[in-house]
């Protein structure tokens, strides 16, 4: 059965956790857990259309911020929100410089912020890869538009063209304005 939900991954070592989040956010995406960065990672591995990975910061083995890392590296328009005990803010805001997008503390007691905040990071990813997309595109149009400038555009092999060439390197390393007449036709916006 194909389902059109966002795919997530949860990662906590404390199975209670890891089940109430999935039972939380099922109704609106397909959940898949882990109980650490290394199971997480091979889900990572086998799932390239993952939308955001949830993930405690202290387990077994690497922990939350090393698992953002490397799931990134792995995945790049992944989203990934950190979950961190009370005390440890500050370290949420430095795995935010290193890749996370977002983070909550524990306990988590308010399960609608839960929900928003994987909401807005999943449309926030959504977004980025909108535009990186749109950009590619307006690149590949500006390029059919304004065909590159430069010599490698001209055609003519001959003495006198070299000699025009030469002429255009001198003139372009100038900081002085230039004047190019000639009848229509012969090339001077080139």
């Given amino acids: 059965m194909m389902t059109n939900k966002a795919k997530i991954l949860i990662v906590d070592d404390e199975k209670p956790t890891r089940d109430v989040m999935a039972r939380v956010l099922?109704?609106?995406?397909?959940?898949?857990?882990?109980?650490?960065?290394?199971?997480?990672?091979?889900v990572v591995a086998a799932t390239p259309d993952l939308a955001l990975i949830l993930t405690d910061y202290k387990m077994p083995g690497d922990n939350g911020v090393t698992l953002i890392k490397k799931a990134k590296a792995a995945n790049g328009a992944l989203a990934a929100i950190?979950?961190?005990?009370?005390g440890e803010i500050e370290l949420a805001v430095a795995a935010m410089k290193d890749g996370a997008d977002d983070f909550l503390t524990k306990p988590i007691t308010d399960l609608g912020e839960l929900?928003?905040?994987?909401a807005k990071a999943i449309e926030r990813h959504a977004l980025i890869k909108k535009s990186a997309a749109l950009e590619?595109?307006?690149?590949?149009?500006?390029?059919?538009?304004?065909?590159?400038?430069?010599l490698e555009n001209f055609t003519g092999k001959s003495p006198a063209m070299e000699a025009v060439y030469r002429l255009i390197r001198r003139a372009a390393k100038a900081s002085a304005t230039g004047l190019v007449e000639g009848p229509s036709g012969t090339g001077k916006q080139l």
């Fill in 26 to 42: 099922a109704p609106k995406y397909e959940c898949l857990t882990a109980p650490d960065a290394e199971a997480a990672l091979k």
């Fill in 136 to 150: 590619e595109k307006v690149e590949a149009l500006q390029s059919q538009i304004n065909p590159k400038e430069g």
């Fill in 82 to 86: 950190l979950i961190t005990a009370f």
């Fill in 115 to 118: 929900e928003q905040r994987v």
